[in-house]
């Protein structure tokens, strides 16, 4: 079971991958950890990885697709994975195809978890976390039971700039202009599957479960 995980920024899509991937008993992979994991063993991929990463540029598609075949290689994916955060653009989509072509396999679905902007924002910019101790919050979902101020150590809640209303509406932006065409391009291909991820966790988890047999 090959999976690529869609969906904007504070959709919940990652959540998701962890669920599929314990229950399913398959790895989750995500472009970050593998290129941490590459950059640490002091691997090839990663050497060139991190002269990039080091001069603050993006690693080139062409780069990224090899560390992703490279991972999905190894035998613990001999059963399936699921791609959390690539491909992020049509280019990779066509890299991560053309390789998977070239290695005689092919994804079997592209799960899109779909919540509207709005929600995104309300969801994101609702966050609160305190630094002292990690614990998380949100104002309407899961508010402390003080104002400001965390249940677990007493420590003044801070909203993260990743949190801010402007920097959520920005990282949406960026996902419109170039991730969300990946919903048309899987659709072509026939493999596209798309849950409304509105829904409590536990019940996107079960629609997802629903496309991909229990």
Do not use: W
């Amino acid at each position: 079971m090959k999976l690529i995980m869609l969906g904007a920024p504070g959709a919940g899509k990652g959540t998701q991958a962890k669920m599929i991937a314990e229950h399913y008993s398959i790895p989750h992979i995500s472009t970050g950890d593998i290129f941490r994991a590459n950059i640490k063993e002091g691997t090839e991929l990663g050497k060139k990885a991190k002269e990039y990463m080091d001069q603050g540029a993006l690693v080139p598609d062409e780069l990224t697709c090899d560390l992703v075949m490279d991972r999905i290689a190894k035998d613990d994916c001999k059963n399936g994975f699921v791609l959390d955060g690539f491909p992020r653009t049509i280019p990779q989509a066509e890299a991560l195809e053309k390789a998977l072509d070239a290695a005689g396999q092919s994804m079997d679905y592209a799960v899109d978890v779909d919540v509207p902007d709005e929600n995104i924002i309300g969801r994101m910019s609702g966050r609160r976390a305190c630094l002292n101790c990690g614990a998380t919050y949100h104002i309407v979902a899961i508010p402390p039971k003080q104002e400001g101020i965390c249940d677990k150590c007493g420590e003044k809640l801070v909203q993260r700039d990743d949190d801010k209303e402007e920097t959520v509406k920005n990282r949406l932006k960026v996902y419109h202009d170039q991730t969300q065409p990946l919903i048309q391009f899987y659709q072509d291909k026939d493999i596209l599957r798309t849950v409304d991820g509105t829904r409590p966790m536990e019940e996107v988890f079960g629609a997802i479960q629903a496309i991909l047999g229990a």
